[in-house]
């Protein structure tokens, strides 16, 4: 057998071994479960259970109504429970001084990092069968699925937990103690937070930069929205994070020489990211093209050939600043890739900007026309583009509209699956694990 | 067969090695003798890749090896580790001996027989320990544990750090018995001990350190000698007055 299948096969029944992995696959049922549960249940009443009044057709979406709940588990999992285990799994050959034995064989450290991060993605998705058994059971109840949005969303979650992986063995070779990379891990993702935070005080750069923070991406993913660019980057930075953490652990190599080597990866991951944010093809999965026009205003905003230039007076935490770029602007970016959005406002919150003379106002320029309009909804955009460009507002079809999956019925059974019988079937693999091994 | 010189390994202002040198022949029991905080340590993890050097180089035959082709010579077997310690001593023993089948060897060096894991086991009496966890076992118990991982790595030389410590006296007999019959198939020793008792026992030839310098090497009646001329006293075959008069 070669040595690279040796050292996986290691490193499995390492993580085997590890009680960080059965504590985070013993706490991932309970949590799927109890989103699940809450998800089936107010899908349930939208959908006219006992008696309430039904809801509009997007909430009959599975996508928005039971995956994206279901599955943000799986986000606050690979947060906080996922980063410990691969800790434990990075820096235990460096505990106990494996890796003193380890690093004699001639094999590329790369290749030693590679093989835990693949072992770690493999525990990764024996937990991810917590979320598998909500799709079933949602089946079960006789529930909607449409494989591509929730391909998607099991894709940006597996992107997201690679991110975790990555950095946490990074901080884990970086650091000489786990506590420390667990302590730098943390900083790490709590400061994707805090970017997002500025951003939406601020706007501008930290708003781009936070379009490509792991919870920005899973949000995306969640809402059937491939994006290539955002998908680049997450491979740059889980391989940028995975290159750090073979450069530090090749234990006898000067410092020197590391710190160096880690400069010139950074410098080379961020030339690269750089360049993915200039890729704009993306894709809508979702079933209600949640992402997407219309698909006759789609054909009518592509015969547009000449750039549109859209100044926005609208502060960062103005909420029709969110609303336009949310519900209007995300889309009108992949149909019109050309398309350049400026925001202008004096204030982060606007509110002392409502009497200024021009705030609220969105002006659309093209070819030297141009037209404003204070409307932020879709239709209200649409209603702009077409009249600043002469286009006749299309004929919509009605047929192709999403209705919807309305199902009126209660998660029953999932309780027991997730709070009994997940745990019971865990810790019974994990006494059997153990015992075999005392 | 290997020759180190000019070693130097530094942490910072403090100068643990300082122009190391000295040379390994083929087949030797090879003692490197010195008190704790000598530098004995950190001469073998130089020497195993483990840190990095500062200056100084080894040679093969007259010519440079770089970290890599050290790796493929020489095994360092370091004291004090418990490695993957949740699992036990048989699956440690196959791993090492799967991971490292096939790592190429120095074609300049030549490799002794690779013994049988069944010899190693029996030969370090180790059969009673095999299925417990590396966890659970006592100080000696590993480190014979660790010595047969040792023997089992397809390598020309084995460096071990320290191979009595935590053994008694018997275990240290048995054990010197088996390195002893190693070196006689080919396999070249170099042995990191403090005990100066022990390193008498098994040892062909010594290299002494004290400071992080090497303050003497060769056979025990050459470091008598040169322990004699430099204290004016008569030469004595007795290794730790030796170590004395020359440190």
Redesign the interface.
């Known amino acids: 057998?070669k040595?690279f299948f040796?050292?996986l096969r290691?490193e499995w029944?390492?993580l085997r071994?590890s009680r960080a992995w059965w504590v985070l696959l013993l706490v991932m049922g309970p949590l799927v479960g109890v989103s699940f549960i809450s998800a089936v249940r107010t899908y349930a009443e939208a959908s006219g259970l006992n008696g309430t009044a039904v809801g509009v057709g997007e909430a009959f979406s599975p996508l928005v109504g039971i995956w994206a709940p279901t599955f943000s588990a799986c986000e606050l999992a690979a947060a906080f429970l996922l980063p410990f285990v691969a800790i434990r799994v990075v820096s235990g050959?460096r505990q106990?001084?494996?890796i003193?034995?380890?690093?004699?064989?001639?094999?590329s450290s790369f290749a030693r990092v590679g093989a835990k991060a693949l072992v770690l993605l493999g525990g990764w998705l024996v937990a991810s069968l917590a979320p598998a058994v909500a799709v079933l059971l949602w089946k079960s109840y006789g529930g909607s699925i449409y494989a591509p949005e929730l391909a998607t969303v099991v894709i940006g979650h597996l992107l997201n937990a690679g991110l975790t992986i990555a950095l946490a063995a990074a901080m884990a070779s970086i650091s000489d103690h786990p506590s420390t990379a667990a302590i730098l891990t943390l900083t790490v993702t709590v400061g994707t937070w805090i970017i997002n935070f500025v951003a939406a005080i601020h706007g501008g750069v930290w708003e781009r930069a936070a379009a490509y923070t792991p919870t920005a991406m899973v949000a995306e993913f969640q809402h059937g929205l491939i994006r290539l660019d955002v998908v680049l980057i997450a491979l740059a930075l889980v391989l940028t994070g995975l290159t750090l953490a073979a450069i530090w652990g090749r234990?006898?190599?000067?410092?020197r020489?590391r710190v160096f080597d880690s400069a010139g990866v950074f410098a080379v991951a961020a030339a690269a990211m750089i360049a993915c944010t200039f890729a704009t093809a993306s894709w809508d999965t979702s079933e209600s093209r949640a992402n997407s026009f219309p698909e006759a205003d789609e054909a009518a905003l592509e015969r547009i050939r000449e750039p549109l230039h859209i100044q926005a007076n609208l502060a960062p935490e103005d909420p029709r600043r969110s609303d336009l770029e949310r519900r209007a602007l995300s889309k009108l970016r992949r149909v019109m890739p050309a398309l350049q959005v400026q925001y202008v406002s004096a204030t982060s919150i606007g509110l002392f900007e409502q009497s200024s003379q021009h705030y609220g106002e969105i002006w659309y320029e093209l070819g030297g026309r141009k037209v404003m309009s204070r409307v932020t909804t879709v239709e209200g955009v649409l209603e702009a583009i077409y009249e600043l460009t002469g286009v006749t507002t299309p004929i919509q079809n009605g047929a192709a509209e999403f209705r919807g999956h309305p199902l009126a019925v209660p998660p029953n059974g999932a309780a027991t699956v997730f709070y009994r019988l997940w745990p019971a079937l865990v810790a019974g693999a994990a006494f059997f694990e153990f015992r075999r091994?005392? | 067969m290997l020759q180190a010189t000019n070693l130097t390994k530094r942490y910072g202002r403090l100068t643990a090695l300082h122009d190391v040198s000295f040379s390994i022949r083929e087949g030797e029991i090879l003692g490197l003798i010195g008190p704790n905080g000598s530098g004995k340590t950190t001469l073998f993890e130089c020497l195993g890749g483990v840190l990095p050097i500062d200056g100084g180089i080894v040679l093969q035959n007259g010519r440079p090896l770089t970290a890599r082709d050290r790796a493929s010579a020489l095994f360092y077997l370091p004291d004090g580790i418990a490695p993957w310690p949740s699992q036990t001593v048989r699956w440690a023993l196959e791993f090492v001996q799967q991971f490292f089948q096939g790592s190429a060897a120095s074609a300049a060096l030549s490799l002794a027989p690779i013994p049988s894991m069944a010899d190693v086991v029996e030969q370090l009496d180790l059969e009673v320990i095999l299925d417990s966890t590396i966890e659970a076992l006592s100080k000696g118990q590993r480190k014979r544990a660790l010595l047969a991982m040792g023997l089992l790595i397809p390598r020309p030389i084995l460096l071990a750090d320290e191979p009595f410590e935590g053994l008694d006296l018997r275990q240290s007999r048995d054990v010197a018995e088996t390195l002893r019959m190693h070196a006689a198939a080919g396999r070249t020793m170099f042995l990191s001990i403090h005990q100066i008792g022990d390193a008498a026992r098994v040892c062909d030839r010594f290299v002494l350190l004290s400071g992080g310098r090497v303050c003497g090497e060769g056979t025990l009646p050459e470091l008598s000698a040169l322990a004699a001329a430099r204290s004016g006293s008569a030469a004595t075959d007795d290794l730790e007055e030796v170590f004395l008069a020359l440190t």
Do not use: C, W
């Not at chain 1, 003193?100 to 094999?107: G, R, S």
């Open positions: 057998m040595p040796v050292l290691k029944r390492e071994a050959d106990s001084g494996a003193k034995i380890e690093l004699q064989h001639p094999m234990l006898g190599v000067a410092v020489r091994r005392a």
